[in-house]
């Protein structure tokens, strides 16, 4: 009651102080969430000592109170503002951009993404045909709407996600300098390029429902990045290729040339270079510690980000070996529950056998309709009807046989001769009643839907067709005799015939109408005749089946068995120490934790636990040592680095992330957080976590393993020389002859102990880029052909690059020269034998071909593509530098 009995005496004070830190915070919380800790101090100061102020009027002694608040406020300010002015210093902005910043824009990236994607998966769904194929056609379904949506969503080609998202507010400040302004008109118009227009008002709805977000959100986030789009394309700069830029690529692709190629290693030079002294290694050191080391070879100490891994493996063929093979049952089960995957698709044979059987003859007309299949035009019917090979019922008129059609209208024999026709008219009409009442509406419809279009044909055709159509109806027998020829009548008769199509199938038809009339029943022909399915014979795919099924036990119950495994890492990993962590200084720090918390557990105890869960469920337990992304993509002892996310859904494979980046990407620093993959070649599954981490940074000499770097990098400097010296040495004797003959007998580094060289002849003749895909079919046969050029390879070569294949086409015929191959870890000695050139006058094919055909063909594009990347630096690189940034070494 005391409590209560205050806040009522008390009331107007504490609603005073409450409205006063409610303006404070709402005065101050900008400055606080840019992380300006400068009036820190002041606002911890007011709202403490508000605080005490309105406790010590309890007592009556509220300055003093207000007082004491205020102190211990602005000490826990100035604590406050220490500690995060020495944060920031830590991690400087990037262009002006905080780190909270950068992550709000990462944020707004990935929602802008993810709302497109949501757009057009909306508005593209998966076709019927493709979701009929099963996993296989919805799998490649996926696979060109992922493709499709790479080309749609917002990047700007940068593979660090953070600098990609940082460039791209650089490209929003270049809008606003431009002043380019995007309005809901434009994003509107975004929308409909990305759904083709199919998005309806639902799917829009469902797209918010999904992400929680409303109309002006999706717009204002997707008008962000379509300024830095609009800002990218206004400043990038055109390059247009010249005419002898493009004669020069076509060149590179159809001039080919005969060689002859040995290689000199710069690794075997390194036996004759003296040790370093200290101070030669501590030099180089110091001029390559801050930088990593290049693809071509460029010496540097950086070091990148590496993890220790552990891992419990389940191998697909120890664990085949503990399951139950299916039975002879199941087997036969499998094949009878699921023939439609075993239906033979052998193309039928396409020979026609013309077989007749007795009786025949009495059936077959004569006259002029007696002609043979041979001597009808293809895509007619004969207007008689034909046996059957196995029995003597005739054969209806009904659309369900592709015999062929006659030349010659046959209505005169028809209508002279009428009681001729009469036998094959009564089985003819059962079966066209029988086949009226399967099918009467899809047939009627058919028919329909063309009507109008058979009317007005019928009209320009003959008067005595029509009038012979008008003795097919029913009724035909009553008005034979006594019914005028007249033009109404006969146009009255056709429609009814287009009108009821079932009981109009008569032998007696004109052979013009009947004609029309069998091409309006095309699709229902179609339709109707569906040739009976042929399944595989059971011995034939039996085999096949109990492997699916040995492979589908397998594979599940190794999901089975990891599963499990994961459940109980989860737990392990809940309650393990990471000894390593900064806040243990010394082990008796780890001691006491542990002392405080009994559940908790040692990394090498957890080890220890799962080498014995490992036993028990017959998995293979893996720690791997210090590896960097690279490291552990090339390591031959630890393949758990071509893994990736186990897509049991065929459905999701595109989208499965490898361990590489699950371990190493940005971000990505947890341990001993459990995670599942696959190798999708072997099958095998596993288990992992990171138990260990270094982040990546500029060594010092005396770290573990940085002298012995240092010191094989130095060498290798060193040998380079000498080995492209003796490569020039044996170019220049072997000028204008075979390497074969001159080199016979020589060794790598000279000395008559080394090793002996090796000259190479490829048979076939090589050109700067190969078309590679050339004669093989495209995934999809609806786009063009999947060719692509790349740089030739030649078997015994190692590492070729642009420079090694640029000094080839310099050559001329019977020249030889020393070329470094891509990292210069080796000189290659080549001769040129033979050049097949091409030919450069206007009336020459192949000047006709360039002229025709290669200016804007894929592979032209691909070749003016490979300059792209350079511009596309060089760009980036501009644009950086305008707004100073610097990117933090990491």
């Not at 995670?675 to 990171?690: H, L, M, Q």
């Not at 091409?838 to 360039?850: N, V």
Request: aromatic share 8%; hydrophobic share 35%.
């Amino acid at each position: 009651m005391d409590s209560l009995d205050f806040f009522r005496r008390n009331l107007k004070p504490l609603m005073a102080a409450l409205t006063l830190m409610a303006m404070i915070t709402f005065v101050f919380d900008d400055s606080m969430r840019g992380d300006n800790t400068t009036l820190v101090p002041v606002i911890l100061a007011i709202l403490f000592g508000g605080g005490a102020f309105v406790w010590g009027a309890r007592r009556g002694k509220q300055k003093e109170y207000l007082a004491m608040g205020a102190l211990v406020g602005a000490v826990l300010g100035l604590i406050v503002m220490f500690f995060g002015n020495r944060d920031t210093q830590e991690q400087p902005p990037i262009a002006g951009l905080k780190a909270r910043d950068i992550a709000n824009l990462r944020s707004r990236r990935e929602t802008a993404n993810r709302i497109v994607g949501l757009i057009y998966r909306k508005s593209h769904p998966i076709p019927e045909q493709f979701a009929k194929a099963g996993p296989f056609g919805q799998q490649f379904y996926q696979m060109q709407m992922q493709r499709a949506l790479e080309q749609i969503q917002f990047t700007f080609g940068n593979d660090d996600f953070e600098k990609d998202v940082i460039f791209g507010d650089l490209l929003r400040r270049e809008a606003t300098r431009l002043g380019i302004s995007v309005n809901d008109d434009a994003v509107t118009d975004f929308i409909k390029m990305v759904s083709d227009q199919k998005l309806s008002t639902q799917d829009f709805r469902e797209v918010k429902q999904e992400l929680h977000v409303g109309d002006h959100f999706i717009f204002d986030v997707l008008r962000d990045e379509i300024a830095a789009r609009m800002a990218a394309e206004m400043t990038f700069p055109r390059a247009v290729a010249t005419p002898q830029q493009r004669w020069e690529a076509f060149r590179k692709v159809n001039v080919k040339n005969s060689i002859e190629a040995t290689t000199i290693p710069v690794e075997a030079f390194v036996k004759s270079v003296k040790d370093p002294t200290d101070s030669d290694l501590r030099s180089f050191f110091k001029d390559h510690a801050e930088k990593f080391p290049t693809a071509k070879g460029d010496p540097g100490f950086r070091q990148p980000a590496r993890a220790k891994l552990a891992y419990l493996e389940a191998d697909y063929e120890t664990i085949e070996a503990k399951v139950a093979p299916p039975t002879d049952e199941e087997v036969a089960e499998y094949y009878e529950k699921n023939k439609e995957f075993f239906i033979d698709r052998t193309p039928p044979k396409t020979e026609k056998k013309e077989e007749t059987t007795e009786g025949d003859d009495a059936k077959k007309p004569e006259g002029d309709d007696a002609k043979k299949p041979d001597d009808k035009k293809d895509g007619e019917k004969s207007d008689k009807p034909e046996v059957k090979k196995d029995g003597d019922k005739p054969k209806s008129d009904k659309p369900k046989t592709d015999s062929p059609k006659t030349d010659k209208p046959a209505e005169p024999e028809k209508s002279e001769k009428p009681k001729s026709d009469k036998p094959a008219e009564e089985p003819k009409k059962e079966e066209s009643k029988k086949d009226a009442e399967k099918k009467s509406d899809s047939e009627g419809s058919a028919c329909d839907d063309k009507a109008e279009e058979t009317k007005k044909a019928d009209e320009s055709k003959e008067e005595p067709k029509a009038e012979g159509e008008k003795a097919d109806k029913k009724d035909a027998p009553k008005a034979d005799a006594d019914k005028p020829e007249k033009k109404e009548d006969a146009k009255a008769d056709e429609k009814k015939s287009d009108e009821k199509p079932k009981a109009d199938d008569k032998d007696d038809k004109p052979a013009a109408e009947k004609d029309k009339k069998d091409e309006t029943e095309k699709p229902e022909e179609k339709a109707e005749k569906k040739p009976e399915l042929k399944y595989k014979p059971f011995e034939d795919v039996q085999d096949k089946i109990r492997d699916d099924l040995l492979r589908t036990r397998t594979l599940e119950e190794m999901k089975k068995r990891v599963d499990e495994v994961v459940k109980k890492m989860r737990r392990l990993g809940s309650y393990t120490i990471d000894d390593k962590n900064p806040k243990f200084k010394t082990p008796e720090d780890v001691a006491a934790e542990l002392a405080k918390n009994p559940k908790y557990k040692l990394p090498a105890d957890v080890a220890s636990e799962l080498k014995e869960l490992a036993k028990e469920s017959d998995l293979k337990y893996v720690q791997t040592s210090w590896l960097s992304a690279e490291e552990l993509s090339k390591s031959e002892e630890f393949k758990i680095g071509s893994a990736t996310d186990p897509m049991d859904d065929a459905m999701n494979r595109q989208g499965a992330a490898s361990v590489l980046q699950r371990v190493f990407a940005r971000g990505s620093d947890s341990i001993f957080a459990p995670e599942v993959a696959e190798d999708p070649g072997t099958k095998n599954r596993f288990s992992y976590w990171v138990i260990e981490r270094k982040d990546a940074h500029v060594p010092k000499f005396e770290d573990e393993g940085i002298r012995e770097q240092v010191t094989k990098a130095w060498k290798l400097a060193q040998a380079a020389p000498k080995a492209e010296e003796r490569a020039n040495a044996l170019a220049k004797s072997a000028e204008g002859k075979k390497l074969t003959d001159v080199l016979a007998g020589e060794t790598v580094t000279g000395d008559k102990d080394g090793q002996a060289l090796t000259v190479l002849a490829p048979e076939e003749k090589i050109s700067h880029f190969t078309m590679s895909g050339a004669s093989a079919p495209g995934v999809n046969p609806f786009q063009g052909g999947n060719e692509r050029l790349e740089l030739s390879q030649i078997a015994g070569l190692e590492k070729l690059g642009d420079d090694f294949f640029t000094g080839i086409d310099k050559l001329k015929p019977g020249q030889t020269v020393a070329l470094p191959n891509f990292d210069r870890s080796a000189f290659i000695i080549v001769h040129v034998a033979e050049r097949e050139e091409i030919a450069a006058e206007e009336d020459a094919p192949q000047r006709t071909g360039f002229m025709k055909t290669w200016l804007g063909s894929p592979p032209a594009n691909q070749l003016a593509s490979f300059d792209f990347d350079p511009l596309r630096r060089e760009w980036m690189e501009s644009i950086e530098r305008k707004y100073n940034v610097k990117w933090p070494t990491k």
